[in-house]
C-alpha cells in the first residue's frame, strides 16, 4: 500500500468512525442541549486530547514492538482482525435500534457536576479502554511499507482527531436536527450495519497482510 492509498483509505473509514453514534457523540450532544455551545466544546477539546494521548500510547507500544519482533507483529496482526471481525459480526448481527444521548452520556460522565467539560470529556475518553484497544487493532493497518510506525500511527491518530473535532464542532452547530436524526432507529440500525462491513472488510484485509 501506497502513503496516498494508505492515507485515503484510511480517511474514508476514520471518518465513517466518526459519524457512528457513541459515547462520544452522545457526551457532545447532550451538553450542547443542556449546557450550551461552549462547554460542549471544551468536552470536544478534553475528548480530542484523550485520544492523543492513546494514540501516542499506541504508537510508542507498537513502534518498539513492530520493529524488534515479527512475532508480535503476527501475533497483533491476528488479535486485530479477530477483534475487529466480532466488532463486524456483532454489529451486523445486532444493530442498535435506538442511540440515547441523554442517557450515553450520563453512563460515561465520571467528573463532578462542576467540574470542567474539558476534564470530562478528558477522564471519559481516557476511562474507555476499548478506545486503545481499538487504536491498537485499527491502526496499524493503514502504515504503508517501509514506514517507521509510531510516527505514522500518530499521524493517523492526529488525523481522526481532526475528524473529530469537525464532526463535534457540527454536532454543536445542530443539536437539535442531528439529535433527532441520530434518534431514528432506522438511521441508528444504518449506521451500525454498514461500520459492521466496514469492520470485516478491514478484518480480512489485515488478516492476509504478508508485510
Known sequence: MTLTQALIAYALA????????????ALILRTAAVEGP????????G???GCLIWGAAAALGLGVLLAASHLAYTVLKWA???????????LLVRPRAR?????????GETAKAGGSWLVRGLTTNLL????????VSFLPQFVPTGAPTAPFIMLLAGLHVLMGLVWAGGLIAATQPLGRALRRP????????LTGVVFLGFAARLALDRR
Do not use: E, H, Q
Request: net charge positive; glycine share 12%.
Open 14 to 25: 476514520a471518518g465513517l468512525l466518526t459519524v457512528t453514534p457513541g459515547l462520544d457523540t
Open 128 to 135: 474507555n479502554p476499548k478506545i486503545g484497544v481499538f487504536y
Open 47 to 49: 475528548i480530542s486530547v
Open 99 to 107: 442511540f440515547d444521548a441523554g442517557a450515553a452520556a450520563a453512563d
Open 80 to 90: 486485530g482482525a479477530a477483534y475487529l471481525a466480532y466488532l463486524g459480526v456483532k
Open 38 to 45: 461552549r462547554r460542549a466544546a471544551g468536552a470536544a477539546i
Open 186 to 193: 432506522a438511521v441508528v440500525r444504518s449506521l451500525d450495519r
